[in-house]
């Protein structure tokens, strides 16, 4: 594509060169930068990308986008000077890609906890009425059969809208996609036109990043701020309901959810047993009786908001109950491991205080013996969430094993003293075991008849970060590995 197409999109101004280039790609990475790519320099948290526009170059790029004045003539190539290189970038991709989103249907998905799971959810759901439905967020990007990588929940825009392109090639006619409040602040679904959008729920996690709860609030609520079809809020959360009264009014529908009075879905009736949950949902003077094999009072919340954004996109309701009858459990949400012994063991992405208080009163609920939690928090994120976790899991366990979860570039043992912290005040038994192979090992060897053990924080991840590289941890193989290993000691 020619440059000047692009140029004629954004607010920018021509320092140098000329728009008669052809454009093949866009990289904000001079690392990965290719011959005919636009790089975009942006100037970022920990390093900035003006500092390689040289390497840039010398790979082959022949445009430059930044804010910053040009500091060496690049008369060759052309040279944009711009307000906000995120934004920018944003939507040079989109142009580039031919805007996808303007004839695909995305539903977006934003909160705290249940991203993942509520569009799995509703995947399901558009799927099972015949629609072919792609998928963008923590567990990768996949359209029938295609499967694309990327490293974020929410991918940069340049990928974003490169994915939202060959999921349409693939004949996507619905994207679910989760949101995150990074991927809002830093612009990066800035130019998808969503068609409805999903607010789960907001709870600490993130602080590093937003420092506030209420930054952190903003952030959630621009994907609300977009022109988007209709939006589908939980409004049992208190920020869900701040954002219900302030957009109910507004341009679009907005459909509260929640077992609270205010909710125009309202929830009631939930009973569960180990094989699933029953409930109804009352909307528009209907009754909608929900069962599903799914279990765990936040799936309620998490099915509920799927089942209303399907509506609104107008799939009938009947198929929609038949759907969730049997619909699929999330990979690495409460999900149970065949160790075939008389104590179980759940595999549980909860990483925030929120989640794991759920996990626990899901677990405590149907476990007879023992709870014993073994996990960690992650390094490089939020500090202040890991002493609330320590509390939690000291309240709601019986046994705490505190351990690694991508301690990342920070020491594991001071992330644990985090944690303990919160323990402490409890008087909940627990040890440290830094090395989550060997709280494996403990937590399986301590476990007994009737007794669960929760794996918590790594859900379907299969690597534990350390420093910047990702090594191979499968938690499911692991197990399976120590229970082998445990009977052949027996045996001998
Ligand atoms: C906090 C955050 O989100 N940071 C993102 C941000 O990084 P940054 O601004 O610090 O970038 P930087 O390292 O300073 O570099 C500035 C620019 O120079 C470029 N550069 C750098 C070095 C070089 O040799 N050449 C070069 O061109 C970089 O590519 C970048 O464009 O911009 C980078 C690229 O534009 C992102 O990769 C990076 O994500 C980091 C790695 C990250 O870990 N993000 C996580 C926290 C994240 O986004 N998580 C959310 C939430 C998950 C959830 O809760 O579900 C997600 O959506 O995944
Ligand atoms: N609606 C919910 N409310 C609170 N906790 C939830 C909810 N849904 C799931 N959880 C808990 O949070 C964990 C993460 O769920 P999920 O992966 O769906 O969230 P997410 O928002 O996608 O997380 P991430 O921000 O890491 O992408 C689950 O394993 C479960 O313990
Ligand atoms: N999306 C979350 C995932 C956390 C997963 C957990 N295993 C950790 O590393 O803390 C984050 O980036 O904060
Ligand atoms: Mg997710």
Redesign the pocket.
Known sequence: MKLSKILEKIDCQLMYGNADKDITGL???????KPGDL??????????????ID??ISKGAVAVLSEKEPNSKVMNHAYLKVPNA?KAMSKAAAVLNGDPSKRLKVIGITG?NG??STAYFLRSILEYWGKTTGII??LGNYCKGLELES??????SVEIQRLLRAMEEQGAEYVVM??????L??Y?VEDVCFSGAVFTNLTQ??LD?HKTMESYFNAKKRLFDFEIGYGVVNTDDDYGLRLYKEKKNGKYKVTGYGLKAVADGKISGVSADDKGTTFVIDIDGKRLPCITNQIGGFNVYNLSAAILAARNEGMPEDGILECIKEIKGVPGRLERIDVAREFEVVIDFAHTPDGLENILKVLRNTTKGRLITVFGCGG??DVTKRSIMGEISGKLSDFSILTSDNPRWENPDRIIDDIEEGIVKTGGSYIRVPDRRKALETALKMAKKDDMVLLAGKGHELWQVVNSEKITFNEREIIKEILKDNESNQDK
Not at 27 to 33: A, T
Not at 39 to 52: P, Q
Not at 178 to 183: C, D, Q, T
């Open positions: 990289e904000f990475d001079s690392r990965k930068c790089f975009i320099a942006i100037s970022g948290f920990e390093s900035d990308g003006n500092n390689y390497e840039a995120r705290t991203k993942t967020g923590t490293e974020h929940t929410t991918p940069e989760e949101v995150s409040s990074h991927g602040d830093l990066r996690d993130h990043f490089d994120r």
